[in-house]
């Protein structure tokens, strides 16, 4: 089995290293027909669901740090694992819900709800697909992230084709039908290791760094706490999305 970890794959070289450790589980025996032994441990919630749904720069598109510096629009949804100290894009939306890094230099704050107070579905780093049940809604003008997104783009006249959580539901199955399959891991496919393989090439001679720089301060909650910085959305900072119900 190979394991590669964030801190591998995550600086210049990372694709370079990420095709080199998928060439070496191929010459070493660690994928088979019957057998995945290659391994991407990941460090943020449901990332492994982004992937799946194919949350990647499509071709002439941007990385995450270049759309720091080089859009008109900046959207960031729950982004605050961010380096913003460079940040040049242009007006900036945020949605959150506890003020973290990308809500400090956002133009707009759409105050989104907490992982308790929506109801989703996540992908852990081994590819089971995992339920989350709200356990109670979100206080005040806060709404959940579809929710935002969705009276949204009604506003900006690009309407979106669901209305509701169980439409959305039924449109992502549709597309990817394995998020359907609860508590179920959907096997890989030896050919796209086999494919990244061929993408090896020459490697620069830099460290690795963990991307975890304090394990306790790994998510906005403690982070806001930590620093008691509690962010308070004033009439000032938040703007709504307009047609949205108390329990929308």
């Not at 290659?38 to 949350?55: I, M």
């Not at 039924?170 to 290791?193: C, M, N, R, T, W």
């Not at 393989?197 to 394990?215: I, L, N, T």
């Amino acid at each position: 089995m190979i394991i590669v970890g964030q801190g591998a794959i995550s600086g210049g070289n990372g694709a370079s290293v990420l095709a080199a450790a998928a060439k070496l589980a191929g010459a070493v025996g660690a994928v088979t027909a019957d057998w995945n032994g290659f391994a991407v441990l990941h460090t943020a919630a449901s990332r492994v669901g982004g992937l799946d749904l194919g949350f990647v720069p499509g071709e002439g598109g941007k990385t995450a740090a270049e759309m720091l510096t080089g859009t008109d629009v900046l959207f960031l949804l729950g982004a605050d694992e961010m380096d913003f100290s460079g940040k040049t894009a242009g007006f900036t939306v945020y949605i959150g819900s506890h003020g973290d890094e990308g809500a400090h230099g956002a133009d707009v704050i759409l105050p989104g709800a907490t992982y308790t107070e929506k109801s989703g579905i996540w992908v852990n780093t081994e590819g089971r697909v995992q339920m989350g049940n709200r356990a109670g809604f979100a206080p005040g003008d806060a709404r959940e992230d579809w929710a935002i997104i969705r009276a949204l783009s009604d506003v900006l006249g690009k309407k979106l084709p669901f209305d509701s959580l169980a439409e959305l539901r039924s449109k992502l199955y549709a597309a990817h039908p394995h998020f359907a399959e609860v508590d179920q891991i959907a096997p890989g496919a030896s050919g796209e290791i086999a494919a990244l393989a061929q993408k090896a090439g020459e490697m620069a001679k830099s460290a690795f760094a963990s991307p975890v720089k304090d394990f306790y301060l790994t998510n906005p909650i403690a982070r806001v706490r930590r620093h008691g910085r509690m962010f308070g959305f004033g009439t000032q900072q938040l703007q709504s999305c307009g047609g949205m119900s108390a329990r929308e």
